[in-house]
């Protein structure tokens, strides 16, 4: 098979053909930036549309790997925590193959995402606390490991600590981006709640020099609201170890607050030449709605985290103006109904009779 996720398969984690799943996922565009970018002193700011994937998200990469990998290896139940896209993806891509999907959802989680894996036929409950409380987190995962010892079981948490294989399918991104873009890219920033996903942007991009495909890896960006600062705040500060948080962010789907992949992202970001940056909800909510009235694009606030971000950066003076630059766009705007909310509440859509509108005709035509 040679489509979708399945391009890169050379690279990921072994999975056999006969077990390989595809619902298209992969294969997304990359976009320059027309308006947001050259505003802010960028002229090559790109983004990387990871919305268009099947559920919305980038995550489906991630579910196609390991729920492939659970059919390689006959298993029958999938246990798995969330905020949302993960969940969506999982929950996908069990349904295709059969599989059950029983998810713990974080306390915060939206309702628009828990209604995308009802919708897919997946068994959903709220922890409290979870998502919220780091020790409450990580009992909520010994719990679900316990339940996954079952032989027919196996659990999948989007984060190298726990679902490798599953991870592995994300290093796709990379490979993508590169054959995407003129030129090598010098920045590529990268939202994080674990921060699994940065450390498969990070991977993904070794694999390219190793291979000699590239001369040198981006500066990986990793970004991350003010009030889930487990990894962005520690790297810019020159430390080795990611920190456990009280979280106090809104930004659904970046409300981690263990450490998870966190110390090997800081060494990862640090090898390539990339820091840490933080902002603020209010400022990931602002960008979320410029993207999509400067831009077009249709993202959800996680997924605007690191255009945020890239921003911050630019706005202090932090970027070079001719630089190559890519930021991920993780998921789908359709994804948090509230956030879509806010953004449009000074927006109507107004009832008007038909002779309203001939009059206008009559006035302007």
Not at 309 to 337: H, Q, T, W
Not at 349 to 361: F, N, T
């Amino acid at each position: 098979m040679n489509q979708g996720l399945w391009r890169y398969a050379d690279w990921m984690e072994p999975v056999p053909p006969a077990a390989r799943l595809t619902l298209g996922e992969g294969g997304t565009p990359l976009v320059r930036s027309r308006r947001l970018g050259p505003a802010a002193g960028l002229k090559n700011l790109f983004f990387k549309l990871e919305f268009t994937n099947p559920t919305g998200s980038y995550k489906d990469r991630f579910a196609c790997a390991a729920v492939s990998d659970m059919v390689a290896n006959g298993k029958t139940e999938c246990i798995a925590t969330s905020s949302g896209n993960t969940g969506a993806a999982l929950a996908a891509y069990c349904a295709l193959a059969g599989i059950t999907c029983e998810i713990a959802i974080v306390e915060k989680a939206p309702e628009g995402k828990l209604r995308q894996m009802l919708a897919y036929g997946a068994k959903l409950y709220r922890v409290k606390n979870f998502g919220v409380d780091s020790e409450t987190s990580d009992r909520v995962v010994e719990c679900l490991k316990k339940l996954s010892s079952r032989p027919q079981a196996q659990m999948q948490i989007s984060a190298f600590a726990f679902s490798p294989v599953g991870m592995s399918g994300v290093y796709g991104i990379s490979h993508e981006m590169a054959e995407q873009i003129d030129g090598p890219i010098d920045h590529v920033f990268c939202m994080a709640g674990g921060g699994g996903f940065v450390l498969a942007i990070a991977r993904g991009f070794q694999q390219l020099v190793k291979s000699g495909r590239i001369e040198r890896t981006p500066r990986i960006e990793c970004v991350q609201p003010e009030g889930n600062d487990t990894i962005a705040g520690p790297l810019k500060a020159g430390s080795k170890a990611a920190v456990p948080v009280e979280c106090t962010s809104r930004i659904s789907g970046l409300q981690v607050p263990q450490v998870i992949d966190g110390d090997l992202v800081i060494e990862a970001c640090r090898q390539s030449g990339g820091t840490g940056h933080l902002v603020t909800d209010e400022w990931i909510y602002e960008v979320q709605s410029r993207l999509a009235r400067e831009e077009g694009l249709f993202a959800e606030p996680a997924g605007s985290t690191a255009v945020a971000g890239v921003l911050k950066a630019a706005r202090e003076g932090l970027l070079d103006p001719n630089a190559n630059i890519v930021c991920v766009i993780s998921g789908s705007a359709f994804k948090d109904p509230n956030s879509l909310e806010a953004m449009t509440r000074n927006s109507h859509c107004p009832m008007i009779a038909l002779s309203d509108l001939e009059a206008r005709v009559e006035k302007e035509v």
